[in-house]
């Protein structure tokens, strides 16, 4: 499945989101690759921060922004794609590939309206014979309950037409960036700590088959030969 993840607006979170769901998609065991389509190579970047770190286990990021349709359609599995409006073409042609749009959104009404008009690029982008699902979700959302305007952007994602907005929302998260700086995911920086419980959530929302169950649960336990009822 090919999973894009984009937004017109600069630092949203789509390279943040690309780079730990390509890790937690690797440690769930799926046959995962990213795409990055962005010229700012920013997720490419924190791939090779990873590798210079010798950080197990590697994810494999391929550069594609001069035709990421043909090379896109080379891989099966579970695909991530980075788009950036910096390469608009890049974007329609990943729209058109894409089985589903994910739209991290931060919480201010400039970024509700940066999303709506992206909706609009991806309507007229897409073939008639195209409908990818499109996913929105809060990315650095307030920590504060007080705070209102991130409830207020939840609700505006909800009533926009053709999108399912996710209620499964990032906060704001000091670990969101040192994930970025140092090359690991969230759940391997802190594994019990609320940014990885956040994103743990997320991904279990986008990827269910991949969510392993709980040990105890895996195997039924077998009862013993001198259990088993003779017939
Ligand atoms: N939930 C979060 N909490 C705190 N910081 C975050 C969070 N998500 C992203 N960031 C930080 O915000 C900055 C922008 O994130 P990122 O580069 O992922 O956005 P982007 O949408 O890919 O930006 P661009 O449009 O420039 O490619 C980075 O410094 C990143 O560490
Ligand atoms: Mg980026």
Known sequence: MITVIGNLKGGSGKSTVTFNLALWLVYHDANAVAFDLDPQATLSDVAEVRREEGFEPPITVFRAENDPAAILRRHGGEVLVDVGASNLWAMRQAINMADRILVPVTPSQADIWSTQRFLNIIAEALRSDRRPEI???????DTHISVRESNEAEEALSSLPGVTALRTRLAQRMMFRRSFSEGLAVFELEPS??????FNRLASVLYPQF?????????????????????
């Open 135 to 141: 996913l929105t979700f809060l990315n650095r959302a």
């Open 193 to 198: 700590g609320k940014a990885a419980w956040e």
């Open 211 to 231: 969510v392993k169950q709980p040990a105890a649960r895996r195997g039924q336990r077998q009862p013993r030969r001198e259990q088993i009822p003779e017939h």
